[in-house]
């Protein structure tokens, strides 16, 4: 609809958490404290939440490698957490680097720093997309494989068969951290 902000819902909910998290703990902790509280906090509003994501990332109908992602929030939303003093100044261009090669339209990036900041990001980009694997290693269920039909507004789980498993985690090929 007209004027309706993309998936205002969840965002809303999502960043009431952020703010929730860093309203208990302050600044000062490490990122992967901040991203596990935020998970429990998401886990407790209802939402389905998956922890250091691995995505499959496709050019030109080939697989390209790996991207990981701090958090994925009821496959339609990526999380990127920053606990920083100062918000590097790449932060949210390499969300919408994320935004663009994904399936996902929506993201959120939240700066847990001196003042908590949050920054949505939005990719309305034509995407079409086959399959799109991802895969969790801290979130029940373990694996999570996105996949859709073409259309990025519909992104859905499926389970992932005994037997795969997620590639190693490791540096991004590019050099860059997340």
């Known amino acids: ?3 309706e902000l993309l998936e205002a819902r969840r965002v809303y909910s999502i960043v009431g958490a952020f703010f929730e998290v860093y309203n208990y703990f302050g600044f000062g902790l490490g990122e992967s404290i901040y991203s596990r509280a935020l998970e429990l906090e998401l886990t407790d509003r209802g939402h389905r939440v998956a922890r250091e ?3 499959e990332v496709w050019y030109k109908g080939r697989r390209a490698g790996w991207q990981r992602l701090d958090l994925l929030v009821d496959e339609r939303i ?3 957490n920053k606990a920083t ?3 590097s100044s790449d932060a949210r261009p390499r969300l919408l680097s994320y935004l663009k090669a994904t399936p996902f339209q929506v993201g959120l990036l939240l700066h847990f720093g001196p003042e908590p900041r949050f920054y949505r990001l ?3 980009g034509p995407k079409s997309f086959a399959a799109i694997r991802a895969f969790s290693r801290h979130s029940r269920p373990n ?3 996105i996949v859709t039909g073409g259309s990025p507004s519909a992104p859905r789980a499926a389970p992932v068969h005994a037997g795969q498993s997620p590639p190693r985690a490791g540096p991004v090929k590019d050099g860059s951290t997340i």
């Open 53 to 55: 994501v691995a995505v």
């Open 78 to 80: 990526i999380v990127e």
């Open 85 to 87: 003093e100062k918000l």
């Open 1 to 3: 609809m007209r004027g």
């Open 143 to 145: 694996h999570v494989a």
């Open 122 to 124: 939005v990719d309305s």
